[in-house]
C-alpha cells in the first residue's frame, strides 16, 4: 500500500500562531514517531506512539508542543505560540512495532516568520 | 550517554568513484545499526540493517560493515551515480529502547 504521508508539505506562519501538522502511517502499523530536522542534523526524537498512547513524550522541547493519535492510526502534531526557532523539518515515521525498521514520511517544512 | 558519530561531515566525488563513510557509536546495550539515505527533500529510507552477529551486509552497490568489538561501522559505495548524492544517516538501537539515536549524517555530492 501507500507510504506514510504528511500534511502539509510546507507550512509558513506567523510567530505566535497555532500550526497543526497531520501525518497518516502505513496501514497496520503500531508505532508512530515524530522527529524534527533542523538544515544539516540528522532527525531528533520529540515524541514515540504505540497504538493510541504516547508511550515516550521525553523528546517534546516544551508544553507548546503536543501530538495525539485518538485511533492509533493518523497523529497530529500540535504547535502551540510558534517561535522561530520551531522553524524545522518535521518528520513522521511509522513501523509494526518499536523495534522493527521505521518508514518515514517526505516531511512538513514548517517556517516560522 | 548514547552517541553516534559520522565522518566526513560532507564528500564530493566524481560519477564511479567508490567512497566510504564511517560510523561511530557509543549506543548500549546494542541490538542493531541501520544506515539510511536521505535525499533532498525527502524522509530517509532504509538502505540495511546490522545486528552484533553480522559484519557484512549488501545492497546492490552498498555495502555496510560492522565491528560491534570497535563499535565502528562503514558504509562502502561501489561505482557512484549522480542518483547516489544525498544524505547518509547512521541509526543505532539499544535493547530495551523504542527510541532509536541519530547520526548528523554525511552529506555527499557526486558530480559528473
Known amino acids: 500500500g501507500a507510504g506514510v504521508s504528511q500534511t502539509p508539505s510546507n507550512k509558513v506562519t506567523e510567530k505566535g500562531k497555532y500550526v497543526e501538522l497531520r501525518c497518516d502511517p502505513i496501514?497496520?502499523?503500531?508505532?508512530l514517531y515524530w522527529y524534527r530536522q533542523s538544515l544539516g542534523q540528522g532527525p531528533e526524537f520529540l515524541i514515540y506512539f504505540q497504538g493510541t498512547g504516547a508511550a515516550d513524550d521525553s523528546g517534546l522541547p516544551n508544553d507548546r508542543f503536543f501530538a495525539v493519535r485518538p485511533e492509533g492510526s493518523v497523529s497530529t502534531l500540535k504547535i502551540q505560540r510558534t517561535e522561530r526557532g520551531d522553524s524545522a523539518v518535521y518528520l513522521c515515521a511509522s513501523s509494526l512495532s518499536g523495534t522493527d525498521t521505521q518508514y518515514f514520511g517526505p516531511g512538513t517544512r514548517l517556517t516560522v516568520l | 550517554k548514547n552517541q553516534v558519530e559520522q565522518s566526513p561531515q560532507s564528500l564530493i566525488i566524481l560519477e564511479g568513484k567508490n567512497c566510504t563513510l564511517q560510523c561511530n557509536y557509543t549506543v548500549s546495550p546494542f541490538s542493531n545499526l541501520r544506515w539510511y539515505k536521505q535525499d533532498t527533500g525527502r524522509g530517509p529510507v532504509s538502505l540495511t540493517i546490522?545486528?552484533?552477529?553480522?559484519n557484512t551486509k549488501s545492497n546492490g552497490r552498498y555495502t555496510a560493515t560492522l565491528d560491534a568489538d570497535t563499535k565502528q561501522s562503514s558504509l562502502h559505495i561501489t561505482a557512484s551515480q549522480l542518483s547516489d548524492s544525498a544524505s547518509y544517516i547512521c541509526?543505532?538501537?539499544?535493547?530495551?529502547?523504542?527510541?532509536?539515536?541519530f547520526g548528523r549524517g554525511t552529506s555527499l555530492i557526486v558530480h559528473p
Open positions: 546490522m545486528t552484533f552477529s553480522e
Open positions: 496501514s497496520g502499523h503500531t508505532a
Open positions: 541509526v543505532v538501537s539499544s535493547w530495551g529502547s523504542y527510541i532509536p539515536t
